[in-house]
């Protein structure tokens, strides 16, 4: 499996934007799914977003409209730009590709 390190997190106001990247230390041209996930404090992990091999993707309610995913697989990258950021959006952020393999995560909150 390839290792994925994110970066991008910070703290950002309320409406702010921030784009977390996924780097991946092999070729992810062959990784079918790829995706991030979140943990806020006290609550399960959460899925964000997934993106396809084909470039199909797939989001969770709270995010449709304001998040996008997509992958460059001649960079190795998949990146997360969140747009109109909430306070709810708080939390580590995790790269994830299959099969069940995660990276470290980044933190993002969001606060004014």
């Known amino acids: 499996q390839v290792q994925l390190v994110e970066s991008g997190g910070g703290l950002v106001q309320p409406g702010g934007s921030l784009r977390l990247s996924c780097v991946a230390s092999?070729?992810?041209?062959?990784?079918?799914?790829m995706g991030w996930y979140r943990r806020a404090p006290g609550k399960q992990r959460e899925l964000v977003a997934t993106?396809?091999?084909?470039?199909?993707?797939n989001y969770v309610d709270s995010v449709k409209g304001r998040f996008t995913i997509f992958r460059d697989n001649a960079k190795n990258t998949v990146y997360l730009q969140m747009n109109s950021l909430k306070p709810e959006d708080t939390a580590v952020y995790y790269c994830y590709s299959d099969p069940l393999n995660w990276g470290q995560g980044t933190q993002v909150t969001v606060s004014s």
């Open positions: 092999g070729s992810i041209a062959g990784i079918y799914v």
């Open positions: 993106i396809t091999s084909g470039g199909s993707t």
